[in-house]
C-alpha cells in the first residue's frame, strides 16, 4: 500500500548506509513519498548522496544546524519547489566527546549547550520553518532513547538531552495540534550506527538489550522506519504528544 503517495517530507540525519534516518527514508520512499534529504558536513556528503540517489530524492542540500542560514535556506528550497509539506524527519543528536564519555557531574557548560542546541533546539527551529508550509497539516517525528526515562550505563549526558527532546516534542504537539500539525518520538532500541558507536561500551549495551528484550532480539533500522511511516501516514491522524518505543519490549523490563 502506497500509504504517504503525493506526500512530501524532509529527512535529517542521515550519515551513511547504516543511520536510523536512512532506514526511515528507504520505507518512506517505499510507500509513495517524494522526499528531500540533508547531510551534515561536505565531509558527510560522499556517504549521502549514493543514498540520496537510490530513494530518487528531490532535493539534497546541506544541513548544519550550527551553521548560520543553512536551516533557512532547507526550507527555502522545499518551499520553491514543493510549497508545501507534509513530514519531517529530525534525526539530529551531537555531544562532544569528553562530555558524552565523562559523569553528568563533570560535563562541561560549553558541551552541554552544545549537545542541547544541536540535539533539542534545532527541532524547535526546524518546527518553526516547517509550520507554514504545512497548511493541510503534517507531521514531525524526532528520535530518542530509552536513556531519557531510565539510567543507562554510559549514555551519561545524552540522557538529560534526550528527556529535554521528549518534552520539548510534547509541548509542540500541544501547541500545533489545532493546526492539524501531530509531533511524534520515536525511542529505539539500541542499533549499531555511527552515533552509538561514540558511547563507551556500546557493544555490552547491545547484547543487553538483546538479551532482555521480551523478543530476544536487536532491532533493525527497517523496523524503525516501518513505525516512522506509519506515524506520518494518515493511519496515525489523531496519534500526537507520544513515544513510540521500538526496542523489542526493552522498556517493560528494565
Not at 569528553?98 to 542546541?117: H, N, P, W
Request: proline share 4%; with cysteine; hydrophobic share 45%.
Amino acid at each position: 500500500m502506497k500509504l504517504l503517495e503525493g506526500k512530501k517530507g524532509l529527512v535529517t540525519g542521515i550519515a551513511n548506509e547504516r543511520s536510523i534516518a536512512t532506514g526511515c527514508a528507504a520505507v518512506f520512499r517505499a510507500a509513495g513519498a517524494e522526499l528531500a534529504v540533508t547531510y551534515g558536513s561536505p565531509k558527510a556528503k560522499p556517504f549521502v548522496e549514493p543514498i540520496a540517489e537510490q530513494l530518487g530524492a528531490s532535493i539534497f542540500t546541506p544541513l548544519d544546524v550550527e551553521a548560520d542560514g543553512e536551516l533557512d535556506a532547507v526550507f527555502d528550497e522545499i518551499e520553491s519547489r514543493w510549497g508545501k509539506l507534509d513530514f519531517l524527519l529530525h534525526s539530529i543528536a551531537y555531544c562532544p566527546k569528553d562530555d558524552l564519555q565523562g559523569r553528568v557531574t563533570d560535563c562541561s557548560r560549553a558541551g552541554f549547550a552544545r549537545a542541547m542546541d544541536i540535539s533539542v533546539h534545532s527541532l524547535i527551529r526546524m518546527v518553526r520553518r516547517a509550520e507554514p508550509l504545512m497548511k493541510d497539516g503534517g507531521a514531525v517525528l524526532t528520535m530518542s532513547y530509552y536513556g531519557a526515562e531510565k539510567v543507562v550505563e554510559n549514555y551519561n549526558i545524552m540522557g538529560p538531552v534526550k528527556s529535554a527532546l521528549e518534552g520539548t516534542a510534547r509541548y509542540l504537539a500541544a501547541e500545533l495540534g489545532p493546526k492539524n500539525i501531530r509531533v511524534n518520538v520515536i525511542s529505539p532500541g539500541p542499533v549499531m550506527t555511527r552515533a552509538g558507536s561514540g558511547i563507551a561500551h556500546f557493544d555490552e549495551l547491545i547484547e543487553k538489550a538483546r538479551q532482555r528484550a521480551p523478543t530476544q532480539r536487536l532491532v533493525s533500522i527497517e523496523d524503525v522506519g516501518n513505525m516512522a511511516m506509519g506515524l506520518v501516514s494518515d493511519l496515525s491522524r489523531n496519534v500526537s504528544g507520544n513515544i513510540a518505543y521500538v526496542d523489542a519490549g526493552f522498556h517493560v523490563v528494565s
